[in-house]
Structure formats: C-alpha cells, structure tokens
C-alpha cells in the first residue's frame, strides 16, 4: 500500500483523478525503473513517492505551500465529498502531516485499490490444459460469448443439475435465459474485482463444458469455498477431477490459500465420489443447510488445506514416477 507518511519533498507525482497530463509539471526528478512496482497489468510509485493533489507545490525551501486557493472543483471539495475533510474547516497551508497524508490517500485510492485487490485477476485467467481421457481440458474466465453454451447444456441438464442446485422462485428455463448469463456474468466479474470470488469455466477441446467457480473467499482466513457443475455427456471420464486438480495447483501453489471447502448435498453422490478422488475430507453434517431443488436438505462439509494437497500432489507424483 502507498504510504504517504514516506515523504522526499524534492520528488512529487501528483496523482490527479487518473489524468497523467499533469504528472509532468509537478515532476522535479525522472522516475527510473526501480521507483516503480508491478501489480497487476499497471505499473504504479513505489512507496518513496508521495501522492499529492496538484494545488501543492515545492517552493524549494523543503516546506509545502498550497500554490492557488482551491476552486469549486478542487482538493477540499474532494476531501469533504470523501469524508476526509469536516465541513466548517477550511484549507490551511499544512503545518503537519495530517493534509498530506489524507490528500495522498484521496488521490491514490484507486491505484491502492487496484494493489490491494487480494491477488485474483477479474479476467484473462487460463489454467491448462491437461490431458484427460484423451481430452484436453483447461479452466479460464468466463465470457459474454458463453452464453448460448451455457443455455444449452442447463436446460438439457436439468434433471441432473437442479435438484441440488439453490432454490429460487423462478421457472428453470427463466432462470437459463442469454440475459441470464449476461447478469451472472456481470455479477461474477464484480465479484472478482472485489476479490471476493474467481468465476472459472471448464473447457474442453476448446468448448464450453461447465463452470468450477470459487466464492466467499477470505483473505484474513485464506480460506474460500468451491461449487462445480459439468456437462452430463463428459462425466465419468475424469475431466472434473482434472479440473479440480488445475484449480487446487491454482488456488494453494499461486493465491496462497490454506483451505477451501465444499458443501456437498448428502444425496449427491457424483459429487461426493469427485471430492473424495480430490483428495477432500469430510469433517461432519450440516443439518438442513441450504434450500436446493425446492426444499431445505442436509449438506456434508468437505474441505481440503494446503498441506493436504502437498501430500495429494507428492502421493500423485511418485505413482506417476512408478
């Protein structure tokens, strides 16, 4: 996180509501590779530079002048929109860090936002592939484009899908409409943003095959929880478990998790058998715990930890190796 407190007063950079026009006036000295840190796909100040509106300036003495009364457009007005400023008081020239600091944290919310964003990408994910059954199958992001897939297979699946999939008063095929997909797909992308979820779809050779998303993540826990549907014709063949496996590597090796669980519906039995073979342990009943298929049914907790897949992965290889 940018720190505002760590201030070199002969090297600012302005951050202006995302206008990089004005970076160029405010900047005493050139920005060289090692002032910058990666996160993501931008490129952002490392934590040496401070984040100041562009109404301060450096007179050259080492002390920080406001450079123009702010206008209806500038800093206080921000700064009491945001909170950060009681409305009655007014812009001094600051004698203190207090100004500083909250003005730095004005401008540079969203690009502290976008480097605390808790390590998940909200899209271009690709995970794979793996060969299964002669198949190749990978996860990625979902896409707008996958929605006629998607239609297709919920609707013929319905009879396999619904009965454990969450109640609602809807009629399945209202449920499973293009504009659906788009909601969801809106929903989910939000979702990724905010960290909070990783929506994945299941490809194989290349076509839409289901969906393994990953939800209620928590970061302070590193722990999320996961739920899995696959196209009926590919069952059997050993694709979810494939999937499961680019997930887990995903999820443990890369993000940092230490347990993710799955409440599974205890008269589910195909996806009782695929948590079983992902190396999941079951740790007790939950008593009537969601409202699936229409009514409220029991659900058992399987869940697996980092050092549980550590154990699957090397137990996985050496028979590989045999």
């Keep these: 996180m940018l720190a505002a407190e760590e201030i070199t007063l002969h090297t600012f950079f302005p951050i202006c509501a995302g206008d990089p026009s004005t970076n160029t006036a405010y900047n005493t000295s050139p920005i060289s590779a090692k002032n ?126 619904e009965p454990f999939w969450v109640s609602s008063p809807k009629s399945w095929s209202r449920r499973h409409t293009e504009g659906a997909w788009v909601d969801e797909f809106l929903h989910m992308r939000k979702e990724a943003r905010a960290g909070r979820a990783l929506p994945l779809v299941i490809e194989v050779e290349g076509r839409f095959a289901g969906q393994f998303n990953m939800e209620h993540i928590d970061w302070g826990a590193k722990s999320a929880e996961v739920g899995v549907w696959i196209d009926s014709s590919l069952t059997g063949q050993g694709i979810a478990l494939a999937a499961a496996n680019l997930l887990a590597e995903y999820v443990f090796d890369i993000l940092g998790l230490r347990r993710v669980t799955a409440p599974v519906c205890v008269d589910n039995r ?10 999941m342990q079951r740790e007790g009943t939950m008593a009537s715990y969601l409202d699936v298929g229409g009514r409220r049914k029991d659900h058992d907790l399987w869940a697996i930890t980092s050092t549980m897949w550590a154990a699957k992965s090397a137990r996985d290889s050496n028979s590989t190796a045999s």
Excluded at 40 to 53: A, D, E, H, K, N
Excluded at 98 to 116: C, F, W
Excluded at 124 to 146: C, F, K, N, Y
Excluded at 270 to 279: D, K, N
């Design 36 to 161: 910058r840190i990666h996160a993501g796909s931008g490129t952002f100040i490392q934590v040496r530079m401070i984040c100041l509106p562009p109404c301060f300036r450096d007179l050259g003495s080492g002390r920080l002048t406001p450079s123009s009364p702010p206008s209806s457009s500038g800093v206080a007005d921000r700064l009491l929109q945001s909170g950060l400023l009681a409305r009655g008081e007014s812009m001094k020239p600051p004698r203190s860090l207090v100004v500083l600091v909250a003005a730095g944290k004005l401008y540079s919310r969203p690009y502290r936002h976008r480097i605390g964003s808790h390590h998940v990408p909200s899209a271009g994910i690709r995970l794979g592939p793996v060969t299964s059954a002669e198949h190749r199958v990978a996860l990625r992001s979902p896409r707008l484009s996958d929605a006629s897939a998607w239609q297709t297979l919920r609707l013929r699946d319905q009879h396999l899908i």
């Design 270 to 279: 195909q996806a009782t058998r695929l948590v079983q073979q992902a190396g």
